[in-house]
């Protein structure tokens, strides 16, 4: 790699590392604050709201956000041609997700106030949807000191206002208010510094416009969705099945793996738009830069893995009490599924930035598939060990089926990755 490159990427994951472990820091205590004045069932139930309300977010972008960034990083004079009808898009099509998670709410199987609390979040998610193209869009600049910098604000907003309304309260409808406020305040900073990145900001409504972009970016939409049921559909098939109780007990566990993934999200992010313009420039340097990526995140991956086996009761007795001592099996389970997601994430974000993304839709397809299929079969028996079980055998397989990928995208290159 080029020196110039390198101390971009240090800079742009310096920027995100410092953000990234403040934000983890200050959102991990407003869960624990939040496990030890509720219990597992509050913990389920705030868990369920903003779950069920990713989950349903399948409408809200149809890929078009990361085939902007893709297209920014490979040629930035494309950003004034494509973001007014990006924007306009998206506008519709957060609204359009908001009518369908309204409407679906309704039938829900769950009490008033939680479904009142659903309809809010997912108000605010409308603002959230739209603010992601800014973002991106100063991605596609290679710069993320703004996103970072919003992030922390918004974190630390929820840990000191959040944190003070649940202690005052001790309940959970005014601090997820309290959240929501926070959330208002990051789209906006969003949406005010990605301005900086464009000379004017405007929105068109052009359906044929919409109709091109959308041929364009239904792969990543595909693959969207797959990660979305794949990562949210067991705390939301858990709660359905098993109950609040259960719902939280996973959730602690899984939170704590959490933690360890600022890692693949930080090099996820300081790398996808480097590897789409090396695609095309230099694809002896991306190979280099490949490699590379990928021992660091597997070394990484191992010591995180032993870490949390390790000390697991330990952690979860410090840090959420015994309480929850019934997490500790789910999390040694889970932390068997963390190297695959460090390396899923590489290889998924190289796939994208490749062009090669309907193959990473197909891997995402098929494993969300299964990832249901056996979240249905070992919650019913095993429930949240079971949750945790599937996720382990899900992301191994996406691991391999990615690596099967990558190594044909470089075979006609005679290059060597593995």
Not at 10 to 24: M, Q, Y
Not at 126 to 155: C, D, G, P, Q
Not at 250 to 262: D, G, P, Q
Not at 344 to 359: K, Q, W
């Amino acid at each position: 790699m080029t020196e110039s490159l390198k101390l971009k990427l240090i800079k742009n994951a310096a920027w995100l590392f410092s953000a990234d472990v403040i934000s983890k820091l200050l959102a991990y205590g407003v869960i624990v604050i939040l496990s030890r004045t509720l219990g597992p069932e509050g913990l389920g139930q705030y868990s369920f709201i903003f779950y069920y309300v990713g989950l349903l977010s399948i409408f809200s972008d149809f890929g078009v956000s990361y085939y902007f960034m893709r297209e920014v990083a490979r040629d930035r004079n494309k950003a004034e041609e494509l973001l007014p009808d990006i924007l306009g898009l998206k506008i519709v099509l957060a609204l359009v997700n908001f009518g369908v998670i309204a409407v679906l709410t309704v039938f829900l199987p769950k009490p008033i106030w939680m479904k009142v609390l659903i309809l809010l979040v997912g108000a605010e998610a409308v603002l959230m949807w739209v603010s992601y193209v800014f973002v991106n869009l100063m991605y596609a600049h290679e710069v993320t000191k703004y996103e970072a910098i919003a992030r922390t604000i918004e974190r630390v907003w929820a840990f000191f206002v959040g944190g003070a309304v649940l202690y005052l309260y001790k309940s959970l409808s005014p601090f997820i208010i309290a959240l929501l406020v926070g959330y208002t305040i990051r789209e906006s900073l969003r949406v005010k510094w990605g301005s900086n990145f464009i000379k004017n900001v405007k929105i068109y409504f052009r359906p044929k416009m919409w109709i091109f972009l959308l041929k364009k970016s239904y792969p990543f939409w595909l693959i969207g969705i797959f990660t979305m049921i794949y990562y949210r559909t067991d705390m939301v098939m858990l709660s359905l099945m098993k109950g609040d109780y259960e719902t939280g007990i996973y959730r602690v566990a899984y939170t704590l793996i959490e933690v360890s993934l600022f890692v693949p999200n930080i090099v996820v992010s300081t790398t996808m738009p480097s590897m789409a313009r090396l695609w095309k420039e230099d694809r002896r340097t991306l190979n280099t830069l490949l490699k590379r990526s990928i021992q660091m995140l597997v070394g990484l991956g191992v010591l995180a893995l032993a870490g949390y086996y390790i000390f697991a009761r330990l952690g979860i007795l410090i840090i959420f009490g015994k309480k929850f001592l019934t997490s500790v099996p789910v999390l040694r389970i889970l932390a068997f599924a963390v190297p695959f997601m460090f390396l899923s994430s590489l290889f998924g974000s190289f796939l994208n930035a490749t062009g090669n993304e309907l193959v990473f839709t197909k891997i995402t397809g098929l494993t969300a598939l299964l990832n249901v299929l056996l979240n249905y079969v070992l919650i019913l028996n095993y429930g949240a060990e079971g949750a945790a079980i599937a996720t382990v055998c899900t992301q191994g397989l996406a691991v391999l089926f990615s690596i099967f990928s990558v190594k044909n995208t470089f075979k006609q290159e005679s290059y060597q990755v593995f």
